[in-house]
């Protein structure tokens, strides 16, 4: 039988498991269904479209919950268990009222997320925060020329280039200078990362744009929300645009853009 509420966590995350274990049996005496998935485990979970994907622990386990879910065109419920999360607003004590306000039908909010391909790869890969280039070897730096549709846009010798999501407009992208971006935006941000000799300013485009960023002298690393997902040889080229299919985020309790920054940037204490 397909649950109604998955609860997804790390196997190293004892409160995580604790949680989800009790607020099974607290749902459970109201007749909704509900099941664990370790993240880290390699499994295929029984859920479909109708589950709630209730993610348990911080950003990282948010992130990897927000593709379970985007893969299968289920909600995802964002549960803060760590010390900080720009990604989360729902408090661990409030879980089993959320995830039935959840499955009642509370309000969603369509969250931008990135389809990168490389050139060569039939393979699409997804990002809810960002893909970033970057280079292969300690010490160099790689050159990337990008391009936005057919339009030649700035050639940055650099640590990297990526692009990011408004979601994750707090993240990678807020540390190396970028712009914090209302999340319900239709734009995508081009930020490079410690450019030598070149504009440092990020480049925020429209979501029905695409993104190319070619490898020009260096081979290069491609890395989304964290994972590894290939390389680029010298003359290959990573396309970025927008994901057909949104991050459907349940949105329990207001989340806007003056509560991320009051509540995770912590006014500059964070």
Do not use: C, W
Request: hydrophobic letters at 45%; aromatic letters at 4%.
């Amino acid at each position: 039988m397909v649950s109604q509420l998955l609860f997804a966590a790390f196997s190293n995350r004892t409160d995580a498991i604790a949680l989800a274990r009790e607020a099974g049996r607290q749902l459970g005496e109201d007749g909704i269904t509900s099941s664990l998935h370790l993240l880290d485990v390699d499994a295929t979970p029984d859920v479909d479209a109708s589950t709630v994907v209730v993610s348990l622990g911080g950003d990282g386990t948010f992130l990897k919950s927000a593709r379970l879910a985007h893969g299968l065109g289920a909600r995802v419920l964002a549960v803060n268990l760590g010390r900080l999360g720009f990604l989360l607003n729902v408090p661990s004590d409030e879980v089993v009222a959320d995830a039935k306000s959840a499955l009642a039908g509370d309000v969603v909010v369509d969250r931008l997320a990135l389809s990168i391909s490389v050139s060569g790869s039939s393979v699409e890969e997804f990002a809810l925060n960002e893909v970033v280039v970057e280079r292969a070897h300690a010490g160099h730096m790689v050159r990337l020329k990008t391009y936005v549709d057919d339009d030649e846009y700035l050639t940055y010798s650099a640590d990297g280039v990526m692009v990011a999501t408004p979601t994750g407009s707090t993240g990678y992208n807020f540390s190396a200078g970028g712009p914090v971006v209302e999340a319900t935006l239709p734009v995508m941000i081009l930020t490079p990362v410690a450019p030598h000799f070149t504009i440092d300013r990020s480049i925020v485009v429209a979501d029905d744009k695409v993104i190319r960023l070619v490898a020009e002298d260096k081979p290069a690393v491609i890395v989304a929300d964290g994972r590894d997902i290939g390389s680029l040889r010298v003359g290959q080229f990573v396309e970025v645009r927008k994901s057909p299919m949104p991050v459907r985020v349940v949105a329990t309790r207001s989340f806007d853009l003056a509560t991320r920054l009051h509540e995770g940037l912590r006014e500059g204490h964070a």
